[in-house]
């Protein structure tokens, strides 16, 4: 049984109940007895993995966009680049990049005419599912099963942690967005299964008391896990007079009991072993809730990520960071247009390049979180060399909501399974479904052979 | 043997048990004497053309019961005549295998006769369209049956056994109101409760992991620093949503009076100092403020009533902002413990009434992506409400939980003193009491005194130490689980009767799902539990007390599934009058109906039968009765017949339908599983779903019901839903939200069916006819899940002769609610324990 149920809590319930997840970081002493270990032991040091998603397709996929080469560079191969591309900010990075260009995301295409025009309210369902939504607004909704969940529910069973979901924008878990979209479409990229998407966790403060425990600062975290420690103490030794007291039918239960007991006190040894060694495991402070900037909240959920992911709390997350129509200006890119107007550039060059800046804006976040992957060590590698990052768009062309040829970029060192300094041009209609299975495939989720409307695998 | 000694009597007097109404029919004639000669015929195509020629022959006026003596001797061949041929080692129809049953030794098999009773009852088997026998040999059966379980069980009682529970979700939020007057959200703390048999309570289905453990170790934590305050507490938020499909067009019960919309909340403050309170509006879907069409609109924020902000609300926010569509507070200053906040609109001295052109109002609020188009005048809506703090402690000042637990103080803050340490003691040994529902040991007084001084070691100080010793308490598991101690001589296979504070501590939980108050508690160590006219007069307190509410909110909303309602979202464009207020007031009808039922100890048929119900206005609108103004919830007569019993409540109604469709399946296993006991199978894999069949014919959209026909045709399917189907299509006259309909997808509806014993039934009234024609059996479902229930575990074959008891006896009194949930408690399941033998070991070596 995996440590934490995968049941997919009640959507409305879901924020207050984070609250009950497990606390401590997760250390060699603690990884979980019986079956989950088994799994972990066959599946040896498992790749972390980050879906990060982006609304809205970038400016390089606009026909204007596509001969100026302002997503992807004009050169294929190892010798691209990236100078006058959005993908700019990743130079530095480069010999971990794979861009993947020319792959479809035909199922967030309408198949119907009711369905038409309702691009933004269908996508992210698709990103990382690649089926098509159900048109609904009501509470029979379905998609598919998205692909950190199928990596999660092979790899995240060994952590507390399976997998987390993260998002940027406010989010409605319910309700019609609009085209006749329930929101829920629109609010989770994750789904457990084709009727159960997963809630996405905007408020860093919730996300970082469920990775890490309940307090402000280290120190009033310390002496909380300190009272803790010593109301376990005390336990154990109230549960030795149980075992005489109760009946034989329940000494077995007590048991049980205890063994958890046993379990929560080795997790906090290892942690205060690990914090008198005086490394540098936590922010300074618990974030106070939501920031302001968009920038910060973004970089604030990145480091979130890097600590998790080095606590092996968790290996797997999905991050979403727009919202689908959003008309948020990013004051930092210094283009003072919305998002989602600024998407709608009517392939008027000027408005394109400007798109185009948005864009090299938000994949310029990326750095921050590559060099805090690269300078975390996880035993002698770089966590980055251990880890895989997807980052794309379920849609292409903004302006006129096409899904063909849609951005996806893979970072990371994977383990060993991703090489990087390498533009792929897909051959035309290749679907993206096809990219993301060689993926799976690689990260060694191999049973799978087929994936949402996939053809085979797309080497990169 | 002593017990079939006695057969041939009781088989006399089981002819005089009020016999089933439905009347005999012309049975087919016996069938072939060898199945070898049988022609091949796919066994489920069989009855179906049976079927289609039996109902057309059947009469309808029945001659008069026929009542001849059933030899017990008789009921073998009768048995293996008419169900043998289905329930053989070979079909094993339904998983039951009738080879080797011996009728006359029931007790033997008890789990297969229990099986036989409960269909034989309902008139399920064999199925309609078979070949039945004549007059009520059946039923003459299904008595001969429990008469042997009923007599063996009161020759050899056995209470069963249940381990331990733990404090679920709901138990643990009483627990802690009760012990320090905090309101909390349990689902803050806890992870969502295990469930078996649809109740939340149930022992051995209450895990136990390393993860619920740290949950209750954080809450404890938590929770000790809330109630004793936290003056080092540093800014954190907290962040309520208001659910879009929530109308906020009128008042939210909590706000000021003269608002509209918002949202309240009680929170419990950690610390004295300055806090702010954030709002977050619906917007538009590219970005415009949803309501910018409206001027003048306020949003009073208050706490406890007393307006602290009013802010002006500015229309030309939009998403773009670099705040978003977001006002906030100036730092307020709020004390520290629970108060109850609000956010809502102000209304400007005038303001236009809101119109809609276009597409029903509900709907644009559903919808947001309209809310500046033409013909949509929206108002403002909040979508989220944030308190942020505390940005400056200021103190901690007095609470009424603080005074709760601080009944003494002593002159020393230290807490080192003789003087502290008595007052600690004090303190300690109250809290501990309550909390572990029992007086303590000297050894859990030291163990909590010893966490006390950890606590007030260092800054700690006398405060420190009782909130290092609550959060112990908390943590405890004498607080977490309730034990019942066995007694020392306790031997496997031998019952024991539970301690009196066991005993109170199990009424408690049952009646009100809270731990015992002070008078249990006092009347348990005055040994007044002892005696039958003392449980019954605490029960009698109990039931009087608002807190047995809970056999409404808790018992009877997860026996009747209502916790499924928050997962359907009928479509809002087809049922346009749906709202987040009118699934809270579906739920809350029924609720209270089940309350009034207890409140006024009625008649458990009333459940089924009641003419009429409790509405508010806008549940009132729903269903179209007249005269109700307001709110509040008030009981009302049906004008008609359309409607009575829970079957006719909205809640049943829309959680056993789709989004977009009513479901003839889901309310008919509803009915079968809910009010039955006897849930169908589950579908064999690969079978096509219904939205797999087409959806119209013949040019036009096919109801419901002729979708369903074309699904049946499907011979796999038909065994079964011939006998779910029909239930529910009585009830298609009932739309997804539990409105009265006349068409489905724009054609007439046909209600029409036949259920499974051949009653014809075509609305509601005939459904509940022919349900109470089978009172016995509904009334032995009840007392099932109420006994599961009380007991926290399933209740299983061994206890159906105490249901048959509590059955019988509260028929002797009318049905009373009061009568059900006394036999309950009188059962020796509920008094007793009996440990269980160990099983063979060898299975595993």
Redesign the interface.
């Known amino acids: 049984?995996p440590?934490?149920?995968r049941?997919p809590?009640?959507r409305?319930?879901f924020?207050?109940?984070m609250?009950?997840?497990?606390?401590?970081p997760q250390l060699e002493a603690m990884r979980p007895v019986g079956r989950a270990a088994r799994a972990l032991a066959q599946a040896g040091d498992p790749t972390r993995v980050l879906f990060l998603e982006m609304v809205h397709g970038a400016a390089g996929c606009s026909p204007f966009g596509q001969a100026e080469h302002l997503w992807s560079p004009r050169e294929t191969g190892s010798s691209f680049s990236l100078a006058g591309t959005s993908l700019s900010p990743l130079e530095p990075w480069r010999h971990t990049l794979s861009i993947i260009s020319n792959t479809d995301v035909r199922n967030a295409e309408a198949y119907k005419p009711e369905e038409i025009g309702g691009d933004?309210f269908r996508s992210s369902a698709v990103f990382l599912t690649q089926a098509h939504p159900t048109q609904?607004?009501?509470?029979?909704v379905h998609a598919g099963t998205s692909i950190d969940q199928l990596y999660a529910r092979r790899f995240g069973q060994g952590t507390?942690i399976p997998s987390m979901q993260l998002c940027i924008e406010?989010l409605?878990?319910?309700?019609?967005?609009?085209?006749g979209y329930?929101?829920l479409y629109t609010d989770s990229i994750s789904w457990a299964s084709p009727t159960e998407p997963l809630p996405m966790v905007r408020?860093p403060?919730v996300a970082f008391e469920q990775l890490f425990?309940?307090g402000?600062?280290p120190a009033?975290r310390a002496a909380?896990t300190r009272?803790?420690a010593?109301?376990?103490d005390?336990?154990t030794?109230?549960?030795a007079?149980?075992r005489r007291?109760?009946?034989?039918?329940?000494r077995q239960?007590?048991d049980?009991?205890l063994e958890?007991?046993r379990?929560?006190e080795r997790r906090i040894q290892q942690v205060e072993a690990r914090n008198r060694s005086g490394e540098e495991r936590e922010l300074a402070?618990?974030p106070?809730?939501?920031p302001?900037?968009f920038g910060d909240h973004v970089r604030l959920m990145f480091d979130l990520q890097v600590l998790a992911l080095q606590a092996d709390m968790t290996r797997v997350f999905s991050f979403k960071l727009g919202r689908d129509?959003?008309?948020?200006?990013y004051?930092e890119s210094g283009v003072m247009t919305?998002f989602?107007?600024a998407s709608h550039h009517g392939n008027n060059p000027a408005r394109v390049k400007e798109f185009a800046e948005i864009n090299k804006y938000h994949v310029g976040l990326l750095p921050y979180l590559l060099e805090k992957l690269n300078a975390t060590m996880d035993g002698d590698t770089p966590l980055l060399q251990k880890t895989a990052i997807v980052y794309g768009s379920p849609m292409a062309d903004g302006n006129t909501h096409n899904h063909r040829r849609c951005p996806l970029l893979v970072l990371g060192g994977a383990n060993g399974r991703h090489a990087g300094n390498r533009h792929v041009m897909a051959p035309d209609g290749t679907p993206m479904a096809n990219a993301m299975l060689e993926l799976l495939h690689r990260l060694g989720v191999d049973d799978v052979t087929q994936f949402g409307d996939s053809t085979g695998t797309l080497a990169f | 043997m002593r017990t079939l000694l006695l057969l041939p009597l009781l088989a006399g007097a089981a002819l005089t048990v009020p016999g089933d109404p439905v009347p005999p029919r012309r049975t087919a004639p016996p069938p072939p004497p060898s199945a070898a000669v049988r022609p091949a015929v796919h066994p489920v195509l069989r009855p179906i053309s049976r079927v289609a020629t039996r109902v057309a022959s059947r009469p309808l006026v029945r001659p008069p019961a026929a009542r001849a003596p059933l030899a017990p001797a008789a009921m073998g061949p009768v048995l293996t005549q008419y169900c043998g041929k289905c329930h053989n080692n070979t079909s094993r129809r339904g998983n039951l295998s009738l080879a080797g049953y011996d009728a006359l030794r029931a007790p033997d098999a008890a789990e297969v006769s229990e099986k036989i009773v409960t269909k034989l009852r309902l008139g399920m088997m064999p199925p309609a369209g078979s070949a039945r026998p004549t007059g009520d040999t059946l039923d003459a059966i299904a008595a001969l049956l429990e008469q042997q379980l009923d007599s063996a069980a009161s020759a050899r009682p056995d209470p069963g056994?249940r381990?331990?529970q733990r404090l679920n979700r709901a138990e643990y939020r009483a627990s802690v109101l009760a012990l320090l007057g905090l309101e909390v959200?349990a689902?803050?703390?806890?992870?969502?409760d295990t469930k078996s048999d649809g109740f939340d309570n149930i022992a051995d289905a209450q895990a136990?992991?390393?993860?619920?453990?740290?949950?209750y170790?954080?809450?404890?934590?938590?929770l000790s620093w809330l109630a004793v305050g936290n003056r080092?507490?540093?800014?954190?938020?907290v962040?309520w949503?208001v659910?879009?499909?929530a109308s906020q067009m009128e008042h939210v019960p909590g706000t000021p009076y003269g608002t509209r919309g918002g949202i309240a909340v009680t929170h419990t403050f950690p610390a004295d100092g300055d806090y702010r309170l954030d709002a977050?509006f619906f917007h538009e879907?590219?970005?415009a403020f949803a309501g910018g069409l409206a001027r003048g609109e306020r949003l009073e924020l208050s706490v406890d009533g007393e307006r602290v902000a009013l802010l002006e609300v500015d229309r030309f926010m939009?998403?773009?902002?670099?705040?978003?569509v977001a006002m906030s507070s100036e730092p307020v200053r709020i004390s520290a413990g629970t108060h109850r906040l609000a956010a809502a609109f102000v209304p400007p001295g005038f303001q236009t009434v809101s119109q809609e052109l276009v597409s029903p109002l509900k709907y644009s609020l559903?919808?947001?992506?309209n809310a500046t188009a033409y013909g949509f005048q929206q108002l403002p809506h909040l979508?989220?409400f944030?308190v942020?703090g505390p940005l400056r402690v200021t103190g901690v000042s007095e609470t009424a939980t603080r005074r709760r637990i601080f009944r003494c103080r002593p002159a020393d803050a230290s807490g080192g003193s003789a003087e502290a340490r008595t007052c600690a003691r004090t303190i300690i040994t109250r809290l501990g009491t309550e909390a572990y529902r029992r007086a303590l040991t000297p050894?859990d007084v030291d163990?909590l005194l010893?966490?006390y001084e950890?606590?007030r070691a260092g800054t700690g100080g006398f405060e420190g130490g009782i909130r290092?010793a609550l959060?112990?308490i908390l943590?405890?598991?004498?607080f977490v689980f309730r034990?019942e101690?066995?007694p020392a001589d306790?031997r496997?296979g031998v019952a024991y009767r539970l301690r009196d504070e066991e005993l109170a501590v199990r009424l408690a939980f049952f009646l009100w799902s809270a731990p015992p108050d002070a008078a249990l508690r006092e009347a348990a160590a005055r040994g007044r539990l002892g005696t039958p006219a003392g449980v019954e007069r605490e029960v009698r307190r109990m039931l009087a007390d608002p807190r047995a509410s809970s056999l409404a909110t808790r018992f009877a909303a997860q026996w009747l599934r209502l916790p499924d309602l928050?997962?359907?979202?009928?479509?809002?464009?087809q049922y346009t009058d749906f709202d987040e207020q009118l699934r809270g007031a579906m739920q809350r009808e029924t609720e209270l109906f089940f309350d009034d039922l207890v409140r006024r100890d009625r008649s458990a048929l009333e459940l089924f039968r009641a003419d009429y119900t409790f509405v508010n206005e806008q549940l009132a609108r729903h269903y179209g009765i007249p005269g109700v103004a307001g709110p509040q919830f008030r009981r009302v007569r049906y004008p008609d017949s359309t409607r009575g019993g829970i079957l006719g409540h909205a809640s049943v109604l829309t959680l056993t339908s789709?989004?977009?469709r009513t479901s003839a399946v889901e309310r008919g296993k509803w009915v079968m599983e809910v009010l039955l006991h006897s849930p169908p199978p589950p579908p064999p894999p690969g079978v096509p779903d219904l939205e797999a069949t087409p959806g119209a014919a013949d040019g036009r959209l096919l109801t419901v019901r002729e979708r369903m026909a074309a699904h049946r045709a499907n011979p796999t399917c038909a065994s079964c839903h011939r006998m779910i189907d029909p239930i529910g299509l009585a009830l298609e006259g009932f739309d997804v939200t539990g409105r009265v309909r006349l068409r489905d997808n724009g054609m007439p509806i046909d209600t029409r069916t036949e259920l499974w014993d051949g009653t014809p039934a075509a609305n509601l009234p005939a459904l509940r006819a022919a349900l109470l024609r089978r009172q016995e059996s509904l009334l032995r479902t009840f007392t099932q899940n109420l006994m599961a229930y009380a007991l926290g575990r399933r209740v299983e074959a061994g206890d159906m002769p105490a249901v048959r008891a509590i059955v019988r006896g509260a028929g002797a009194q009318q049905h009373r609610m009061s009568a059900y949930i006394l036999g309950v408690v009188r059962t020796p399941a509920f008094r007793m324990?009996r440990?269980?033998e160990?099983v063979a070991a060898s299975s595993d070596r």
Not at chain 1, 136 to 140: I, L, V, Y
Not at chain 1, 245 to 250: F, K, R, Y
Not at chain 1, 325 to 329: E, L, N, P, Y
Not at chain 2, 318 to 324: E, F, I, K, R, V
Request: proline fraction near 9%; charge should be negative; glycine fraction near 10%.
């Open positions: 049984m440590l934490i149920p049941t809590l009640d409305r319930t924020l207050q109940g609250g009950a997840m497990i606390a401590l933004h609904t607004e009501g509470s029979d507390p406010p409605d878990r319910a309700g019609g967005c609009a085209y329930s929101c408020d403060r425990g309940v402000s600062t009033e909380r009272s803790t010593s109301v376990l005390w336990i030794g109230r549960v007079e149980l007291e109760l009946g034989v039918a329940d239960r007590v049980q009991y958890n007991v379990e929560i402070g618990a106070a809730g939501v302001d900037s129509a959003s008309s948020r200006v004051p919305g989602h107007p | 056994y381990t331990f959200d689902a803050n703390y806890l992870p969502p136990l992991s390393p993860m619920l453990l740290d949950a170790l954080r809450a404890a934590s938590d080092a507490a540093a800014a954190a938020s962040t949503t659910p879009k499909l977050n879907t590219t970005g939009t998403a773009a902002d670099p705040n978003g559903f919808s947001t992506s979508r989220e944030t942020r050894g163990g010893a966490l950890g606590g290092a959060e112990g943590a405890s598991p004498d034990f101690r066995a306790a496997p928050a997962q359907v979202q009928p479509d809002i464009r789709h989004a977009t324990q440990p269980p160990p």
